[in-house]
């Protein structure tokens, strides 16, 4: 079992950036794929960046792709989301998600634990 916070959320301007971050328990982060995952008032939660146990494999979806960038420190059990040319529509709420095994796709089709979510806002 793997037990998740995230940090970093906030209010930004349009155009402007954040860095969100995930610390995880246990001394078996590597195993896991990781992602984040978004929810807007009103609308259901959706998958938006994944990385894979290694960290050499990243999914993104298409509404941030070339905006925001997936990494991760398995030595500090730690998984980041650097949000650049941030936009009103990016508000929501973020969670981070781990699946157990190797894969990206493995934490987008079933995320098994789940953090409680920081709020991010973006002011126009």
């Known amino acids: 079992q793997v037990q998740l916070v995230e940090s970093g959320g906030g209010l930004v301007q349009a155009g402007g950036s954040l860095r969100l971050s995930c610390a995880a328990s246990g001394r078996t982060f590597s195993s896991y794929a990781m992602g984040w995952f978004r929810q807007a008032p009103g609308k259901e939660r959706e998958f938006i960046a994944g990385?894979?146990?290694?960290?050499?494999?990243?999914r993104y979806a298409d509404s941030v792709k070339g905006r925001f960038t997936i990494s991760r420190d398995n030595a500090k059990n730690t998984m980041y989301l650097q949000m650049n040319s941030l936009k009103p529509e990016d508000t929501a709420v973020y969670y981070c998600?781990?699946?157990?095994?190797?894969?990206?796709?493995?934490?987008?089709?079933?995320?098994?634990?789940w953090g409680q979510g920081t709020q991010v806002t973006v002011s126009s």
């Open positions: 998600a781990a699946a157990l095994g190797p894969s990206v796709m493995v934490v987008i089709t079933t995320p098994r634990y």
């Open positions: 990385v894979s146990w290694s960290g050499d494999s990243t």
